[in-house]
């Protein structure tokens, strides 16, 4: 069955980067389009940023752009995000989660658990 | 972008009872609308794909109508199982946008 285990979240000074890790199993990674979405404490849900199934397109909230960047390595079935500047308000669980299609459309078929990042001095 | 705007923000229902929770849309996105239910402390879950279609495996208590602007999703009897906060969401146009979100409790 389809497997999705987010990794590399943890406590991150203001200004200072994270990588964040989804690894993907039970289904053919590099043919979905690939997400991340993101729910402050307390809060909703909150798209973050698409790669599409062989990496070609990368599409980000305006909240993101200029200091995320997702990417994926089809090789070893991994989907990453960059994380530099993080914020307070970039606190959250961020999960990942594979599309229905090739490009990523925004249907959010398979969710991973989630990692916490915390953004605190 | 487009606004999801998800009502009531929470419900409180008795076992067994009929569940509505309506979601619009700022503009036309046709049934490009999904609906996932989340639990305490977990991961969201695709209930309701396309605005009224079933997600493989999710009981048929769930069911979901609409098209254009405005969703309905229903809880035929709730179950205590179905604790949880409920979530519409667009898909239409990037960005993918999410109602504010439903919890429902049991009365």
């Known amino acids: 069955q389809v497997q999705l285990v987010e990794s590399g979240g943890g406590v991150v000074q203001p200004g200072r980067s994270l990588r964040l890790s989804c690894a993907a199993s039970?289904?053919?990674?590099?043919?979905?389009?690939m997400h991340w979405v993101r729910q402050a404490p307390g809060k909703g849900l909150e798209w973050v940023a698409v790669i599409w199934f062989d990496g070609s397109n990368k599409y980000y909230a305006d909240f993101v752009t200029g200091r995320f960047t997702i990417s994926r390595d089809n090789s070893k079935n991994t989907l990453y995000l960059q994380m530099n500047s993080l914020r307070a308000e970039d606190a959250a669980v961020y999960y990942c989660?594979?599309?229905?299609?090739?490009?990523?459309?925004?249907?959010?078929?398979?969710w991973g658990q989630g990692t916490l990042v915390t953004v605190s001095s | 972008d487009i606004q999801m705007t998800q009502s009531p923000s929470s419900l409180s229902a008795s076992v067994g009872d009929r569940v509505t929770i309506t979601c619009q849309a700022s503009q036309d996105i046709s049934n490009y609308l999904n609906w996932y239910q989340q639990k305490p402390g977990k991961a969201p879950k695709l209930l309701i794909y396309?605005?009224?279609n079933l997600e493989a495996g999710v009981p048929s208590r769930f069911s979901g109508t609409g098209s254009g602007t405005d969703f309905t999703f229903t809880i035929s009897s709730l179950q205590p199982e179905d604790i949880a906060t409920y979530y519409c969401q667009q898909y239409d146009n990037l960005p993918p946008t999410f109602g504010g979100g439903t919890k429902v409790e049991i009365k």
């Open positions: 396309d605005a009224s």
């Open positions: 989660a594979r599309d229905r299609d090739l490009r990523g459309s925004g249907y959010f078929q398979h």
């Open positions: 039970g289904f053919t990674f590099s043919s979905y389009g």
